[in-house]
């Protein structure tokens, strides 16, 4: 199985595990547009990012089956389906917020972290490349 099947089974396990602690002792024939509206409402009010609860009910429509479809197809139509997203994508560090960033990351109580902290920041790598990299081990001889 690929990292991303793990990761997005991990989500799917998350996302409905909110689901069902919110709706879970509704019948799904009882779970209308106003349940999905709000869902959305309740997870709000738990300082869920829009994003997440955007997912978590693309699954709970999913597990409505047909009558999941029509509550996506009326949702959209008033534009209701999705929570605004913020666009913003991050922010760059500034001398002072790196030079702390580093400075925890040696004082941690891991050995990796400094390590990975400075593959992060000089090679750009995300987390996930981070964790999956392996070095090669091999080395070529001169000719």
């Known amino acids: 199985m690929k ?7 991990a989500f799917a396990d998350y996302a ?3 689901v069902s602690r919110l709706l879970g002792g509704k019948l799904i024939v ?8 709000g ?11 829009p994003k997440s609860i955007n ?5 709970l429509l999913k597990v409505l089956g047909d009558s999941g479809e029509l509550i996506r197809a009326h949702l959209r139509k008033n534009k209701q389906l999705k929570l605004a997203v913020r666009k913003r994508i991050g922010k760059a560090f ?7 960033l580093i400075a925890k ?14 593959l992060a920041r000089n090679a750009g790598l995300r987390d996930a490349e981070i964790k999956s990299y392996r070095p090669s ?7």
């Open 55 to 59: 997912e978590e009910a693309r699954f």
């Open 105 to 118: 990351a040696k004082k941690s109580r891991s050995p990796h972290m400094y390590p990975a902290f400075m």
């Open 39 to 49: 869902y959305q409402e309740d997870r709000l009010r738990e300082k869920a990012s």
């Open 16 to 18: 409905l595990g909110h």
């Open 94 to 100: 500034d001398s002072d917020e790196t030079d702390r």
């Open 137 to 143: 081990l091999q080395c070529s001889s001169p000719a």
């Open 30 to 37: 009882d779970i209308d547009k106003a349940g999905v509206l």
């Open 3 to 9: 990292a991303s099947g793990y990761r997005s089974a």
